[in-house]
């Protein structure tokens, strides 16, 4: 049996937990590949609203295995917070012993860095994510396993400060206490300790024994370390080839890809993004769409679809299908804009430059509709909103297998 993939083709914010929630129900095991806490997931289920930050989005389906992988970077708080929205996750929660962790001075160093830069900041969460990364390739880091003899990490971690004084002298970061260090981590192995394992093999055994396996990332293809709008990135491989590396799994391992876009574009933080609209309109899509992060609560920046990145992300991440979500929120508009190409130095391009910084979008317009709130059969989409999803497989070349007509589970059409 092969795993499916889930991957965010756009800068994040995708929604891909809504569809890894409504996928989710029909298979054995959910794994999460990579990234943090500063990745935030919102699920509705009968008008109940769950945040998930690292626990997968399979969650919500009670005979599902849930897996966090090793290119995960775990913050134990933020997980340990976030188990008590559920019940009886012991056996359904595992956690890999190689994912590393993410522990308060991360955040400490991350706020600090940031904060150095003045206006040339990246506009990271804050969450401690890229230093986390940075010690895990610096070969300094922690991982989840070693939680289990906190004693031992307790030492490593002092000894990691004492090495590094200059630099959290210079940050303004205190030493803890081995006191307050020790029951700090002991409590986190208290909390976490069955839920850690060699989750490689775990997900190895579920894949010979036939079982459906799901994948999900976090972030989105702009967005990644390599292949993003460097160096408004984040710290990790966030397109399918990540999934492999983040999981333990290899190229033939993985089965059907679906890239998940949003109807229009949105991005946190600062970076090149083309389609950004300034205006009315702009302002229209992030206030219906509700265009503030799940994690940090700052309002994302909203602009027109960019087909053209899409079909770039589509190729990198050998997409199979599209999953269109909040189609819904351009509900009323006049008429709706899609980037169909770039105009850069004189010069129409249909790919992705290195440098999206100059790019100038190039839009065909599509007639708008009422509305297409709660519609669960495309026949039944006005003929407009059909029209610009053939627009969007024509510039992108790639099937929109499901569409998103509300944040409810249910209000999502899948397309054979």
């Known amino acids: 049996m092969k795993a499916d993939l889930i991957v965010g083709i756009q800068w994040g914010d995708e929604g891909k937990g809504k569809i890894v929630d409504r996928l989710a129900l029909d298979y054995d095991m959910v794994c999460r590949s990579q990234g943090g806490h500063n990745a935030g997931h919102t699920i509705w289920v009968d008008g109940v609203k769950f945040a998930l930050h690292l626990i997968p989005s399979g969650v919500l389906n009670p005979h599902a295995t849930n897996v966090i992988g090793n290119g995960v970077v775990l913050c134990p708080e933020a997980i340990i917070k976030e188990m008590e929205q559920f019940e009886g996750l012991e056996g359904r929660l595992f956690i890999s012993d190689k994912a590393h962790l993410n522990l308060p001075y991360h955040a400490l160093i991350d706020q600090a860095k940031e904060k150095l830069k003045g206006d040339k900041a990246i506009g990271t969460t804050g969450k401690g994510i890229g230093p986390a990364y940075s010690d895990k390739i610096n070969r300094v880091g922690r ?122 574009c949105t991005r946190v933080g600062n970076g090149p993004f083309p389609t950004e609209d300034f205006g009315v309109d702009g302002d229209t899509m992030a206030d219906v769409g509700k265009e503030f992060g799940t994690t940090t609560g700052r309002k994302r920046r909203c602009g027109w679809f960019d087909a053209v990145a899409v079909k770039h992300a589509g190729r990198l991440n050998g997409c199979d299908q599209l999953s269109l979500m909040k189609l819904d929120v351009l509900d009323g508009f006049k ?82």
């Open 143 to 264: 991982r989840v396993g070693e939680l289990l003899n906190p004693e031992k990490l307790t030492q490593s971690i002092l000894e990691y400060f004492e090495q590094n004084r200059a630099i959290f002298d210079v940050l303004d970061i205190s030493t803890p206490t081995e006191s307050e260090l020790f029951a700090e981590l002991t409590g986190y192995k208290e909390k976490l300790e069955v839920h850690i394992t060699n989750t490689t093999n775990l997900v190895w055994k579920a894949l010979d024994e036939n079982k459906r396996v799901l994948l999900e990332g976090a972030q989105g293809t702009m967005l990644d370390i390599d292949h993003g709008t460097y160096p408004y990135v984040t710290s990790s491989s966030t397109v399918s080839a990540g999934a492999c590396t983040g999981l333990g799994l290899n190229p033939k391992d993985i089965g059907i890809v679906t890239g998940i876009t949003k109807a229009y």
């Open 335 to 416: 008429t709706i804009k899609i980037c169909t190409a770039y105009e850069i130095n004189g010069e129409t391009i249909d790919y992705v430059p290195t440098d999206l910084d100059d790019v100038t979008p190039v839009y065909e317009e599509i007639a708008g509709w009422d509305s297409v709130v709660g519609v669960r059969d495309f026949d039944a989409l006005h003929p407009n909103a059909k029209a610009y999803i053939n627009k969007i497989e024509e510039v992108t070349g790639v099937k929109v297998g499901i569409i998103s007509t509300s944040p409810e589970r249910d209000d999502t059409i899948i397309r054979g």
